[in-house]
T-cell receptor
């Protein structure tokens, strides 16, 4: 059973397009996250939701809009894609308190041409 | 703000060699510290953690001790295997609660037979 699953695994698209990445977790966790991993493997948090409420919103362009229809799902929509958006995007989930481990999905490799 | 610094890789070792990957941190308060591992094509997995000074986290032969006086959390393993080849990330739970993990840049380990 996959704990944190995200789709698609690969996404190739052209500049200016709009695309979405979906994430679902079946762990019963309250908190979900989106992380971006650049080509040098550096990981940076983008967003976090706790029980469908946005709690972390780092300095991410407003072309990126997360949506959490329920606490098991956190989707990421990206408008007007740019070359610099090319990266691997990881969804993760965790239970509180603050030192509980994150469970990551296998990532979505986004390539913008 | 809080930050994590890891030794740059890649680290290349022969099987059964001793491994050390250095990690130091800067943080306000008393963060929890983590090591995550990323195998090729997969998401990150928690390897071990320590929640307070002098705690030792251990798992699968890997160890790391939370050293408050040197603000370090170095990862060690006495005898590496080819299957340990992966990227290793040091992380801390950042300020502001809500499990905002701040990652180091990652260190790639390659173990040869």
């Amino acid at each position: 059973d996959t704990a944190v699953s995200q789709t698609p695994k690969y996404l190739v698209t052209q500049m200016g397009n709009d695309k979405s990445i979906k994430c679902e977790q079946n762990l019963g966790h309250d908190t979900m996250y989106w992380y971006k991993q650049d080509s040098k493997k550096f990981l940076k948090i983008m967003f976090s939701y706790n029980n469908k409420e946005l709690i972390i919103n780092e300095t991410v362009p407003n072309r990126f809009s997360p949506k959490s229809p329920d606490k098991a799902h956190l989707n990421l929509h990206i408008n007007s894609l740019e070359l610099g958006d090319s990266a691997v995007y990881f969804c993760a989930s965790s239970q509180q308190p603050s030192d509980s481990p994150l469970h990551f999905g296998n990532g979505t490799r986004l390539t913008v041409t | 703000g809080d930050s994590v610094t890891q030794m740059e890789g890649p680290v290349t070792l022969s099987e059964e060699a001793f491994l050390t990957i250095n990690c130091t941190y800067t943080a306000t308060g008393y963060p929890s510290l983590f090591w995550y591992v990323q195998y090729p094509g997969e998401g990150l997995q928690l390897l071990l953690k320590a929640t307070k000074a002098d705690d030792k986290g251990s798992n699968k032969g890997f160890e790391a001790t939370y050293r408050k006086e040197t603000t370090s959390f170095h990862l060690e393993k006495g005898s590496v295997q080819v299957s340990d080849s992966a990227v290793y990330f040091c992380a801390l739970s950042g300020d502001g609660g809500y499990n905002k993990l701040i990652f180091g840049a990652g260190t790639r380990l390659a173990v040869h037979p």
